[in-house]
């Protein structure tokens, strides 16, 4: 399925403040981002500097489309800019991937009604307002795995009263809309995304999240509690079965953003570790680490697996770009094969750099916090093997 042509179409200036394009941008906040992602990480709090800075440089609207002053990027835009602001701080990179993703599905989907559509996508564009999926539960686990939402929504006659909790919220302080996955009250129960502005009556954000990896996503719980939404806000509604198989398009994106995070982790840690091993000179050997056959060969094999991110990334995104998207068990496979590299690249280097890899003072042991949480993302490598060896099989 190809973008839609008022996706393409530019009716405002576009690139950005004195040419930049948007993927300078990214690299220019990425070094601001990347000075006090240590002091993010330990507050563990939503970076308000950052996507205050995002903002001003209007990338929070890159996805949205032109005809309403955005970028209306394709995804290998969107791969680069989210790639560079992760190699900074990977969970301001993540928070704003989701945004990414969901303005894409907004201006594609024949569902949303166009005013709300129109006021989600303005805000980004205006104000740099965010929105996220709220999905996971504490009795559901991840719905990627299959059953029903505890959240509920129950019908009124002037719209929905929405009911539940919702754990791992990405971006949850940040956020000025939430997309809520919920199921209705009916007899037979349609399952789908209502959406929520964050301040309404009802909505509470319980501080929970403290993990070791990805601190500053704001991953904290939501509770909504009888919160009172219009009629047109329940945004797509289906059967449980109509979201039985995830959509390429949608798929593609987040799968490759996703992976686009942690590939940029992986990177900041090869990056500093050759700069450790050029600048590291026991007294000895006499000479630098760089020079050291074992650690050559060490910094040589993270740039083959480098090499193949950027390759598959690349691959991924140029599909998409084309309207021609992998299929949602490939887009997995991308997901997968990226983030182990990206975990066997910064093992890697700790291994490499001993206990310097390890010590708070450096960012290397951040790193190897931040890049583990690739395996919690959906889809999780078990279940891509499992699909793709069915589908190799016949099975």
Avoid at 226 to 241: I, M, N
Avoid at 290 to 304: D, K, S, T, V
């Amino acid at each position: 399925v190809k973008l839609a042509e008022a996706y393409r179409e530019a009716k405002r200036p576009w690139p950005l403040q004195d040419n930049e394009t948007p993927t300078e941008a990214a690299g220019r906040l990425a070094e601001r981002f990347a000075d006090r992602a240590a002091v993010q990480d330990r507050q563990a709090a939503f970076a308000r500097d950052n996507f205050e800075e995002i903002a001003q440089a209007r990338l929070a609207a890159l996805a949205v489309p032109r005809l309403l002053g955005g970028g209306g990027a394709g995804l290998g835009e969107a791969r680069c800019v989210i790639g560079r602001l992760a190699e900074g701080d990977p969970s301001t990179a993540l928070i704003l991937a989701m945004q990414f993703v969901h303005h894409v599905g907004i201006a594609l989907s024949p569902s949303w009604p166009r005013h709300l559509a129109r006021r989600v996508q303005t805000g980004a564009v205006e104000r740099g307002e965010l929105i996220n999926i709220l999905r996971v539960e504490p009795e559901l686990g991840s719905p990627a795995r299959g059953g029903l939402p505890a959240t509920t929504a129950r019908r009124t006659d002037t719209g929905w009263v929405i009911e539940g909790r919702k754990i791992y919220s990405t971006g949850s302080t940040g956020l000025t809309f939430a997309l809520v996955w919920a199921k209705t009250d009916d007899e037979q129960p349609s399952v789908g995304l209502l959406l929520v502005p964050m301040d309404a009556d009802g909505v509470r954000i319980e501080e929970t999240w403290d993990a070791a990896g990805m601190r500053g996503t704001a991953s904290h719980d939501v509770i909504f509690e009888g919160v009172v939404v219009p009629a047109d806000h329940a945004v797509d509604l289906r059967p449980p079965s109509g979201w039985s198989s995830g959509d390429p398009l949608h798929t593609a994106w987040n799968t490759t953003l996703i992976s686009a995070v942690y590939d940029g982790v992986a990177r900041s840690a090869q990056a500093w570790l050759l700069s450790f091993l050029r600048d590291r000179v026991p007294s000895n050997l006499g000479t630098s680490l760089a020079q050291l056959p074992r650690l050559q060969e060490i910094a040589g094999e993270n740039e083959r697996l480098l090499f193949v991110n950027e390759t598959l990334l690349n691959a991924a995104a140029a599909a998409v770009d084309a309207g021609t998207p992998n299929t949602a068990a490939r887009s997995g496979l991308v997901k997968t094969s990226v983030t182990e590299n990206a975990i066997a690249i910064v093992q890697r280097a700790v291994e490499a750099s001993g206990n310097h890899g390890l010590s708070r003072a450096n960012p290397l042991e951040r790193h190897l916090r931040d890049v583990l949480c690739a395996r919690i993302h959906t889809p999780q490598g078990d279940s891509v093997r499992l699909a793709a060896g069915r589908l190799a099989l016949g099975v």
